[in-house]
Nanobody
Framework: EVQLVESGGGMVTPGNSLRLSCSAS????????LGWFRQAPGKEREAVAC????????YYADFVKGRFTISGDNAKNTMYLQMNSLKPDDTAVYYC?????????????????WGNGAAVIVSS
């Protein structure tokens, strides 16, 4: 059974950092791509970043470029989203999801499996 479990969410003040983790079971992250999406209250779910371990494909949305970094630990079968210089606009529930290949902005409709989400609140 494929499972994705996010962790690392929380509340921080603007300018601070958080690292989200997406622990995978039931498959090997080496063979898939993982994407991070977020959904703020009252807004549509939007793609944040994605990464394919096997071909190093990487994508970042413009609104996180230079602040967020996606990475993976094959030994732990876990992907990470390091979020620096957080802003109040980054407040959302963040979801990780699996799909076949990261070759540009991922579409939510292309995702095969989703985690349950991790809440990130950026507030002073």
């Amino acid at each position: 059974e494929v499972q994705l479990v996010e962790s690392g969410g929380g509340m921080v003040t603007p300018g601070n950092s958080l690292r989200l983790s997406c622990s995978a079971s039931g498959f090997t992250v080496d063979d898939w791509a993982l994407g991070w999406f977020r959904q703020a209250p009252g807004k549509e779910r939007e793609a944040v970043a994605c990464f394919s371990v096997y071909d190093r494909g990487t994508y970042y949305a413009d609104f996180v470029k230079g602040r967020f970094t996606i990475s993976g630990d094959n030994a732990k079968n876990t992907m990470y989203l390091q979020m620096n210089s957080l802003k109040p606009d980054d407040t959302a529930v963040y979801y990780c999801a699996t799909f076949r290949r990261c070759a540009g902005p991922p579409e939510a409709s292309d995702m095969d499996y989703w985690g349950n989400g991790a809440a990130v609140i950026v507030s002073s």
